[in-house]
């Protein structure tokens, strides 16, 4: 036997538990060794690579100690690892090809999306430690590979708790490591107004103060609102900000009494009841009051969408919950953005290009379909990352029954509703709200082990996917969740490794 350092290094791509499961995976046997004079190039003009390969060598470095370097090129290297952007465009939206060579990886992306997502496919190639005499090196092979459904996401609702920049940042690592692509922020409701408004800086400055059991909440300036729509477009994730109205907006009522139909501001509210408040809807002031939250936060939103909740206005009459809708969705409108929202804003007329977000509802939703709206599918009794694993579980709840992992992962957005298809669904969302989780540990123990699941769901063909298999390649991202520090629920439907 021969131990040096050119001996061949015998391995097999097929073998690795890539979450979500790619398209094609073929191995080729042999390995790219990383070493100190390994650089990451990025082809030169293309914008929104360079953060993809900055990503990549942090990763390696922290892995391995080496400090790999990023550089940009006018024309593909001959050795290294070269993240491009296809010319001919023959890669479906968001797709990659990855090609690991024993000299050469090309991460070749559609878009830079697709790069982003290949540079994650690369990473869970790495082992999630390395002794410091072992080589690092990626299996040789090639991967091909494009999602199911453009929107991937996960709700972070941060009106009930509030959860600071970096817990979002966190959050947001998270949701790019399994290729999600969307974060919706639930940034108002009846405990806490989150995002600052600089023409009703009382929002904030009253309905920003508390949260669910009268902690001391808190809200993001516009510049920090700025700089997580940086950081998550750094890792190709497009956040959808929600202003939930007409109820839901006990903190808003608090902040300004003219919104109340009485005129008398409310107290603020630290309880968990919903469907208690409602925005006056036959007040112009009211519509005066949405037009400016909306052109601030489009202002702040690259991203087409703004969500305008919608959900369980119990205590708004439904004529003035159809008027509201109404004249709501033309607001959002003029200011150039597309409207998302819960499945009850069916009910009202809908504009072109709306999505129902369903959760509930199977009536409200296909009836949306009727209207000409599309879907994101997030069925509270599938997807809610705040409902329980079973009834043991310490945090969340569980009005829409419990989650186990299993539960959570076997369905087929496009066979769930009767009356909704593959062609009306946008893709899929797992919200997380937070009327129970305080703080990012419960955050992680809720979301995981079950958002790898849901990015699967968004991402690969129902075909390809069955739980029996699946579990095989969850349990191998036990050790994964451990190495990034996550708190997550050890479920016994899945074989971790020890
Ligand atoms: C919701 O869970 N109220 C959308």
């Not at 010319?87 to 990659?96: F, K, V």
């Not at 959760?359 to 296909?366: A, F, G, K, L, P």
């Amino acid at each position: 036997m021969f131990h040096s350092c050119s001996e061949k290094i015998e391995t097999d791509l097929t073998q690795t538990a890539f979450i979500p499961k790619p398209v094609s995976v073929e191995a080729t046997g042999s390995a790219f060794v990383v070493n100190s004079s390994t650089i990451i190039y990025v082809q030169e003009g293309i914008q929104g690579l360079l953060p993809a390969a900055e990503i990549l060598a942090k990763n390696i470095n922290q892995l391995t100690g080496k400090s790999v370097a990023t550089e940009t090129v006018s024309s593909a290297p001959a050795k290294g690892i070269y993240l491009t952007v296809a010319a001919d465009g023959g890669l479906a939206a968001e797709g990659y090809k990855l090609n690991i060579g024993e000299k050469l990886i090309t991460v070749e992306g559609a878009d830079a999306a697709g790069c982003f997502f290949g540079v994650q496919t690369l990473l869970q190639t790495l082992p999630v430690k390395v002794a410091t005499d072992q080589p690092v090196y990626f299996p040789t092979g090639v991967v091909e590979d494009h999602p199911e459904f453009g929107y991937r996401g996960a709700m972070l609702d941060v009106a009930r708790h509030f959860f600071n920049v970096e817990e979002v940042k966190q959050f947001i690592d998270f949701l790019a490591m399994y290729k999600m692509n969307v974060l919706h922020l639930h940034l108002t409701d009846d405990q806490g107004w989150r995002i600052e408004i600089k023409s009703w800086p009382k929002l904030t400055e009253i309905g920003g103060k508390t949260e669910v059991g009268g902690g001391e909440g808190g809200f993001y300036t516009q510049e920090q609102y700025k700089e997580l729509v940086q950081y998550a477009a750094d890792r190709q994730i497009m956040i959808v900000p929600e202003i939930d109205m007409p109820g839901h907006t006990n903190a808003a009522l608090a902040s300004y009494a003219e919104l109340n139909c009485d005129g008398k501001a409310t107290e603020l509210y630290t309880g968990t009841k919903v469907g208690f408040s409602t925005l006056c809807t036959d007040k112009e002031v009211t519509y005066q009051f949405v037009d400016d939250v909306i052109r601030e936060l489009a202002e702040l939103t690259p991203g087409p969408f703004i969500h305008i909740g919608g959900d369980e206005s119990h205590v708004t009459a439904h004529d003035d919950y159809v008027y509201f809708v109404n004249r709501v969705q033309q607001i959002v409108v003029k200011h150039g953005k597309k409207i998302i929202g819960w499945d009850e804003i069916a009910n009202a007329e809908l504009v072109n290009d709306v999505t129902v977000q369903f959760w509930d509802d199977i009536e409200n939703t296909t009836m949306g379909v009727q209207k000409g709206a599309k879907v994101l599918m997030s069925p509270a009794a599938r997807a809610y990352l705040d409902m329980q694993y079973d009834s043991t579980t310490h945090l969340g709840l569980h009005w829409a029954g419990y989650i186990e992992v299993d539960h959570g992962y076997n369905w087929d957005p496009a066979t769930l509703v009767e009356g909704v298809t593959k062609d009306d669904i946008i893709g899929i969302e797992a919200p997380l709200w937070s009327e129970t989780v305080t703080n990012i540990d419960e955050v992680e123990y809720m979301t995981f082990p079950r958002l790898p699941g849901y990015a699967e769901i968004g991402w690969t063909a129902p075909a390809e996917r069955n739980w029996d298999e699946y579990k095989t390649r969850l349990a191998k991202h036990g050790k994964r969740f451990e190495a990034w520090g996550i708190d997550y629920y050890k479920s016994a439907l899945v074989p971790w490794e020890e």
